[in-house]
Antibody, heavy 120, light 110 residues
Framework: EVQLVESGGGLVQPGGSLRLSCAAS????????MSWVRQAPGKGLEWVAN????????YYVDSVKGRFTISRDNAKNSLHLQMNSLRVEDTARYYC?????????????WGQGTLVTVSS | QSVLTQPPSASGTPGQRVTVSCSGS????????VYWYQQLPGTAPKVLIY???QRPSGVPDRFSGSKSGTSASLAISGLRSEDEADYYC???????????FGGGTRLTVL
C-alpha cells in the first residue's frame, strides 16, 4: 500500500524558515518524480514544486522560486521542502504527492498534508 | 487568478448529469494532457481522470473526461450525494515550466 506521510509543519514568523519532510513507502520511490502541492485555508490547490527521480531536475511555481528548495533522499525514501523567507501568503496545508514517471502527469497518490502557518 | 479557468460552482439533483468546464491556453491544455482531481470535504485530493479521458481503476464510469483544443470537461452522470466535492482540473504548462490547476468547482447535490 502506498503511503505518504508529511511532517514538519507548524507556526513560524514571517521571514522565518521551515523544513517539511515526506516519508514514502509502498512503492519504488526512486522511480517516480515527486511533488509538493499546497492549499491555503478555504482556497484551491496550488502546485509548488517537483523533482526528478535522481534529483537532477526541479521545477517551481514562480511565487516560491529563490525561497523554497525541493530535495529528495532515495536511500531513505524521503522528500523534503526547505522553505525560507516565509510570507503570510505561504500559509497553507502542504501535500506531498507521488508524481508520474515524466513529471508532467498524474499526481496519483497524496499524503494527508502538514499545516504551515506564517504569522507574527 | 488561476491559469486554468473553472466555474466556481455547479449543482444538480440526484440522477442528473452535470458537466464542469476547464479553459486554458495553447501552452497548457492545448499541448498537454488534462487531469481531474476530486477533493471530498476534509480529505486529500484524489485523481479522477488522467490523460484527458482515462479513469483509474476504482473510479466509477459515471465520471468521464474530454478535451477539445484549449478546453476540457468533466462529466458526471447519474449524480449521487457522495459526489458532492470540489473538482480541479490540472495540466502542465510549457510556458511556465510548471503544473497549473484550475481554481476548483464546488459541486452541490441538491
Amino acid at each position: 500500500e502506498v503511503q505518504l506521510v508529511e511532517s514538519g509543519g507548524g507556526l513560524v514568523q514571517p521571514g522565518g524558515s521551515l523544513r517539511l519532510s515526506c516519508a514514502a513507502s509502498g512503492f519504488k520511490f526512486g522511480s517516480f518524480w515527486m511533488s509538493w502541492v499546497r492549499q491555503a485555508p478555504g482556497k484551491g490547490l496550488e502546485w509548488v514544486a517537483n523533482i526528478k527521480q535522481d534529483g537532477s531536475l526541479e521545477y517551481y511555481v514562480d511565487s516560491v522560486k529563490g525561497r523554497f528548495t525541493i530535495s529528495r533522499d532515495n536511500a531513505k525514501n524521503s522528500l523534503h521542502l526547505q522553505m525560507n523567507s516565509l510570507r503570510v501568503e505561504d500559509t497553507a496545508r502542504y501535500y506531498c504527492a507521488r508524481d508520474s514517471y515524466t513529471g508532467y502527469g498524474s499526481l496519483e497518490y497524496w499524503g494527508q498534508g502538514t499545516l504551515v502557518t506564517v504569522s507574527s | 487568478q488561476s491559469v486554468l479557468t473553472q466555474p466556481p460552482s455547479a449543482s444538480g439533483t440526484p440522477g442528473q448529469r452535470v458537466t464542469v468546464s476547464c479553459s486554458g491556453s495553447s501552452s497548457n491544455i492545448g499541448s498537454n494532457f488534462v487531469y481531474w482531481y476530486q477533493q471530498l470535504p476534509g480529505t486529500a485530493p484524489k485523481v479522477l481522470i488522467y490523460r484527458n479521458d482515462q479513469r483509474p481503476s476504482g473510479v466509477p464510469d459515471r465520471f468521464s473526461g474530454s478535451k477539445s483544443g484549449t478546453s476540457a470537461s468533466l462529466a458526471i452522470s447519474g449524480l449521487r450525494s457522495e459526489d458532492e466535492a470540489d473538482y480541479y482540473c490540472a495540466a502542465w504548462d510549457d510556458s511556465l515550466d510548471g503544473r497549473v490547476f484550475g481554481g476548483g468547482t464546488r459541486l452541490t447535490v441538491l
